[in-house]
């Protein structure tokens, strides 16, 4: 969609051009036709144009003047007289029925699909590099140490996804690889715009692969070095935040257990203590006391328990053995830009200059029936 | 006797802009641009019919008669019909009158004679 952006911003140019040198221009297209003519005709044919174009006031019609008579063949204006009356040599039936209108459709589809193609030239090549990443399971069978972070792999990747993604993260990747922006002055620092970091995610790409054990990152750059550096950082950080996330996991659960535990044990103690008293005053309910604190110590055993589960875990988290990603294939220098896709361009001018030349074809044939129509009800 | 000549569909369509202004002023001239505009025909097309029909004597023309000093501009040159050229014009119109009144609009865009 950019490239035929691009390729419509540089047609647009090149008509705003035209535009504003349209009398230049007119005026030097129709002396060269005109001196291209035989020489009885030439000057006064030169002359007679000049005045036409300078009795113009728009200059689209000073162009569409003057471009004609110079698609137009010198044979046309051969006056002699075989021409003036030797029947023509293509069949009145075709003359009749499409009249000059095939080469119109056809010149329009191959001038555009041609100038589409040339633009194609102007508009920046882009590099893609891509890494492919693969989820490891965890080296340690479930059944032996339980992982905090329950999650399927897919999901925490999401959640990874939007911290690489994040503000913060992208920022200090375009700063370290001076994407997006001019080179600043000596000492100079350039903040990175909102809209360096929107554009950084859409040169971003991120695929889970079909076999469900892999995904890619790809980034999509001009030069091919710097597309394969940030698509191996891009790896690098994926895993790296990761592996920090998974951490991030067992920590928190393990201080969430940490608070049970000493919540537990203060009621515990305290249990303790009014049982010790209900003992020494005979309280009549010192055996449902009894009962609660077994109760609560049962749960802060189990709490013990899981903390010690927990301590391995995160053990297993620090020393890698858990869930991880490793790079399967790194980001390699792309030889090839993946766009413009020339063919593509050229193919959506052609369609552009077709469509052009049937709208040409049936308002300039509706137009002129209706003509005829009105001048046969008036003859 | 009015000259016959080759009448191709733009041709027939100058003729029909030529005879509009006829029918209005017998002596009416038109330059280039306007018989483009009227016609809705594109130079390229326009000035080769009118030099083959001003060489067969359908049209007459003159330059604009100020100079081109006095005027400031360049002179234009303006083409009227003559009298073959609006029996010519008249004749064509003739010929496709029936297709019209049948419904049927399909003119015949050229003809060839001698």
Avoid: C
């Avoid at chain 1, 659960?253 to 005053?281: G, H, K």
């Amino acid at each position: 969609m950019s490239q035929l952006m691009g390729v419509g911003v540089l047609l647009g140019g090149l008509v705003a051009v035209l535009l504003a040198f349209a009398p230049q221009v007119s005026g030097s297209l129709v002396r060269s036709r005109a001196r291209r003519l035989p020489r009885t005709l030439s000057p006064r044919m030169e002359e007679e144009w000049l005045a036409e174009l300078d009795a113009m006031l728009s200059r689209p019609s000073q162009l569409a003047f003057a471009i004609a008579l110079t698609l137009t063949r010198r044979h046309s204006f051969s006056i002699d007289e075989d021409s003036l009356f030797a029947t023509p040599s293509r069949p009145p039936v075709t003359v009749a029925t499409i009249g000059g209108w095939p080469s119109v459709l056809i010149a329009s589809t191959m001038a555009f699909a041609a100038i589409a193609y040339g633009a194609s030239f102007l508009v920046l090549p882009m590099y893609l590099s891509t890494a492919r990443i693969r989820v490891v399971p965890s080296r340690i069978p479930e059944a032996f140490v339980e992982s905090p972070v329950r999650l399927p792999w897919h999901d925490r990747l999401q959640r990874v996804s939007e911290q690489v993604l994040s503000q913060t993260s992208l920022e200090r990747l375009i700063l370290d690889a001076d994407l997006y922006r001019a080179i600043p002055p000596a000492g100079a620092a350039v903040p990175v715009s909102a809209g360096d970091i929107a554009r950084m995610r859409r040169d971003i790409d991120f695929q889970l692969l079909p076999d469900g054990q892999s995904f890619e990152v790809s980034y999509l750059s001009p030069d091919p070095q710097t597309a394969m550096k940030v698509a191996e950082r891009l790896a690098g950080l994926y895993i790296k935040t990761s592996v920090a996330d998974r951490e991030l996991i067992a920590h928190a659960s393990s201080q969430f257990l940490d608070a049970q535990i000493d919540d537990v044990r203060s009621r515990l103690l305290s249990q303790a203590a009014e049982i010790r008293s209900a003992v020494d005053v005979h309280a009549p309910d010192v055996d449902v006391e009894r009962l609660e604190h077994e109760q609560l110590t049962s749960i802060y055993r189990g709490l013990l328990m899981k903390r010690e589960h927990l301590l391995i875990s995160a053990n297993l988290e620090q020393r890698a053995l858990g869930e991880w990603f490793t790079v399967l294939d790194p980001a390699r220098v792309p030889e090839t830009p993946i766009s413009p896709n020339r063919l593509l361009i050229a193919g959506e001018g052609a369609a552009a200059g077709f469509f052009l030349g049937v709208t040409m074809m049936l308002a300039g044939r509706r137009g002129s029936f209706q003509r005829l129509k009105k001048a046969m009800a008036r003859t | 006797m009015p000259p016959t000549v080759r009448l191709s569909h733009q041709g027939l369509r100058m003729l029909l802009a030529f005879l509009d202004a006829f029918n209005e002023d017998v002596r009416a001239e038109l330059a280039g641009a306007e018989l483009m505009r009227l016609a809705r025909l594109s130079s390229g097309t326009l000035y080769p019919i009118l030099l083959r029909f001003e060489k067969a004597g359908l049209f007459e023309s003159r330059w604009e008669e100020e100079t081109p000093e006095s005027l400031g501009r360049p002179r234009r040159r303006f083409y009227r019909l003559t009298h073959a050229g609006a029996q010519v014009a008249h004749d064509a119109l003739g010929e496709l009158s029936p297709p019209i009144s049948d419904g049927a609009f399909k003119p015949r865009l050229s003809r060839a004679s001698r």
